[in-house]
């Protein structure tokens, strides 16, 4: 396990430089006993502080915050949720047991679930290789609303995805004009938004917020793909 202060020392630096909701994560390659994990945070109006194994991992973590990948020991993790500031041995908002497998690269994303209740989700992250003049785009749906379109550049990309599942494809390298409508129409629900991908990285857009609370929006990830 790593270390309680060496965490806390990398999670404030992913945080301050976070501060407007975008990752973009150049970090290297993980250890073979090692994982590199991310956190997301989409679950509006709740600042909190996040826990691995009792050792804090993130304080005043804010809503709509992607971090920086670290390097964890593999193995698996206790993850904890509470309000920002409550005592960490009282009854955590969420809590979940993750598996973090040797080399992998994951994303626990704590978000509301389609009904708008809180919960955790580990996403495994794909940043194999991309072919020359693409990149990768996923789109993951962990908001409180309804199965959704995404369209890039008007067009369809993903169709009817439901919360908490993903969608992956290879499109060309450039910036993409996307935005989310309610599943089979032209009602939209999130942007439009420009995503600039670059040439042969890993970008993963997160649709999160609540439907009925109208708070609804996108963050994004941008990970470094294996060359």
Known sequence: ?????????????????????????????????EAMVSVFHGIPGMTVDVYANGDELLGDFKPGTVTDPQALDAGTYEIQIFEAGQNPDGTPALEKEIKVPEGGNATIAAHLTADGKPQLTAFANDVSQVDDGKARLTVRHVAAAPA?????????????????????????????NADVVLAGTD????????????????????AWGSAEDKNLALATQTLSATK
């Not at 430089?17 to 250890?31: E, F, K, Q, Y």
């Not at 995404?150 to 919360?163: D, I, S």
């Not at 009602?187 to 997160?206: C, E, H, R, S």
């Open 187 to 206: 009602t939209v629900a999130i942007g439009p938004a420009d995503l600039p991908l670059k040439d042969g990285t890993a970008n993963v857009v997160y």
């Open 1 to 33: 396990m790593t270390s309680r202060t060496s965490l806390a020392v990398a999670a404030s630096a992913a945080a301050c430089a976070l501060a407007l909701g975008t990752a973009s994560a150049m970090a290297a390659p993980a250890s073979q006993n």
């Open 148 to 176: 959704v379109d995404v369209r890039a550049n008007g067009q369809p990309l993903f169709t009817g995805l439901e919360n908490p599942k993903e969608d992956t494809t290879e499109v060309a390298a450039g910036t993409v």
